[in-house]
């Protein structure tokens, strides 16, 4: 499978990972050949590459950090607590406690802790995809910085419920796109103390948790909201989901409506290193994404071009890469894989976004 950007999608094509809507359901299932109609309706709902069968270059094994069960049920549970907020201001806390007991011990034992996918997704609306993904890099973060199991659920159950307030606002606003104005700004900015409010009353929910749905839109700089809290100030854990959920935005929303790869995310969070975010643990975030994920194809410093296979948790710029153009353009029959961690003479010169396949 390879990754290749919607223009250069093509009819005939075969999907080789499953198209995700915003709810976390599957729009497009792994092995659908796709048509004219397929196209049209994956750039409507903008996503903007696709993981597509690559015969001529072969199989790439992947293994997600967290099993499409406890993804799927992780889903559920946020749509559900999401619906029974906003119907009664309550939710069961039990589920909860279950889903990210089950994800962080998933996370705990994943013996290779690097996203190393790119999603698939629908950027459409406000989903219930993006809690679970800041849920999932902030565990990873949080194992990185050491921490306990009950420390780890407190973070992710934060992480989960980050924006939880967002349910108490009207729908259409939440649905609509930049720029707002200047009352509908004052109104979202409201979600931090709003979910807050919902989640410090909730029994069993730890106060950790909680602070982190109010100080997640903190900046260490001082200049973010809704309390302009400083540095230390803002809890550890509001300072790792910050950093989670801008990245997961990025990739999924983007830059002014343009998303973003994996490298172009944290080069632009580093750009706001000490402003916005916490330095060291932006350092520690930045270690579990893998800069050029499978599937990724890239220009070799030899002129080759490669696919990416395998990451490399030690070596994230390293990684086993296999070749299928010789330095001239010509395929290579057959490929052959190259380890950039053993061999230092080869390294990863640029991602080529524009290969035909
Ligand atoms: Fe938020």
Redo the contacts with the bound molecule.
């Keep these: 499978m390879r990754i290749i950007p919607i223009d250069k999608v093509k009819p005939g094509m075969v999907i080789a990972r499953a198209v995700i809507g915003s709810k976390g359901e599957i729009l497009l299932s792994s092995g659908v050949k796709i048509d004219e109609t397929y196209i049209k309706r994956i750039k409507e709902i903008g996503v903007p590459a696709l993981y597509i069968r690559d015969g001529n270059i072969g199989k790439v094994e992947y293994d997600d950090v967290i099993s499409e069960q406890t993804r799927q049920e992780a889903l559920k549970v946020t749509k559900d607590v999401m619906n029974s907020v906003r119907l009664s201001s309550d939710f069961d806390f039990k589920k909860v406690k279950k889903v990210v007991d089950d994800l962080v011990s998933e996370l705990l034992t994943s013996k290779d802790l690097l996203i190393a996918l790119v999603d698939m997704r629908a950027a459409n609306e406000v989903g219930f995809f993006h809690g679970v993904n800041t849920t999932v890099l902030s565990v990873i973060t949080g194992i990185a910085m050491g921490y306990d199991t009950k420390k780890l659920g407190q973070l992710a159950c934060g992480a989960l419920f980050?924006?939880i307030?967002?349910i108490m606002l009207p729908p259409e606003l939440m649905k609509k796109q930049a720029p707002l104005s200047a009352e509908e700004n004052e109104q979202i900015m409201k979600?931090?103390e709003l979910g807050f409010n919902i989640l410090r009353k909730k029994e069993g929910v730890s106060l950790m948790s909680a602070h982190v749905a109010l100080q997640?839109?903190e900046k260490y700089d001082g200049t973010g909201y809704p309390r302009g809290l400083a540095g230390d100030d803002i809890s550890e854990f509001a300072r790792i989901v910050a950093i989670a959920?801008i990245y997961d935005n990025l990739v999924s929303i983007g830059v002014e409506a343009k998303r973003v790869l994996p490298h172009q995310a944290i080069e632009h969070l580093t750009l706001y290193s000490d402003k916005w975010f916490d330095a060291q643990i932006l350092q520690v975030f930045i270690r579990t994404i893998a800069v050029f994920p499978l599937g990724t194809v890239v220009l070799l410093n030899s002129g080759e071009t490669a696919l990416v296979t395998k990451v490399n948790k030690k070596y994230p710029t390293r990684p086993v890469v296999r070749v299928f153009k010789n330095k001239g353009g010509r395929r290579v029959n057959p490929p052959f894989e190259i380890d950039l961690a053993k061999n230092q003479a080869y390294f990863v010169q640029n991602i080529i976004i524009d290969d035909e396949p």
Aim: net charge negative; hydrophobic share 10%; charged share 10%.
């Design positions: 980050h924006d307030g967002t979600h931090p997640h839109h959920a």
